[in-house]
Nanobody
Framework: QVRLVESGGALVQPGGSLRLSCAAS????????MGWYRQRPGNEREFVAD???????NYADSVKGRFTISRDNAKNTVYLQMNSLKPEDTGVYYC???????????WGQGTQVTVSS
């Protein structure tokens, strides 16, 4: 069983920064892709960014240039550095892990990010 635990969500003013973390524990197979999704109020869950074991990254157009995803493979942890935050970035941010060979998918419980003055 794989468990994902997110942390770092908070209330921040527009233009501010936050760093989210997601720690994975349990029987984790590599290679894998770890990523972040978010669900904004009244919207479906959407892709934000992901990163492969080999550090290849992908970003949603809405966050390119503002968010940076990174990972520490030794700690099975993925990070999301969010800069220049906007009110429309408000939502619950979820961590996701997908194993490459078996295609198993795991989700965290989410962490709330609120961007407001």
């Amino acid at each position: 069983q794989v468990r994902l635990v997110e942390s770092g969500g908070a209330l921040v003013q527009p233009g501010g920064s936050l760093r989210l973390s997601c720690a994975a524990s349990g029987r984790i197979f590599s290679p894998n892709t770890m990523g972040w999704y978010r669900q904004r109020p009244g919207n479906e869950r959407e892709f934000v960014a992901d990163i492969f074991t080999g550090y290849n990254t992908n970003y949603a157009d809405s966050v390119k240039g503002r968010f940076t995803i990174s990972r520490d493979n030794a700690k099975n942890t993925v990070y999301l550095q969010m800069n220049s935050l906007k009110p429309e970035d408000t939502g619950v941010y979820y961590c996701k892990l997908v194993t490459t060979y078996s295609g198993s998918v795991y989700w965290g419980q989410g962490t709330q990010v609120t961007v407001s003055s």
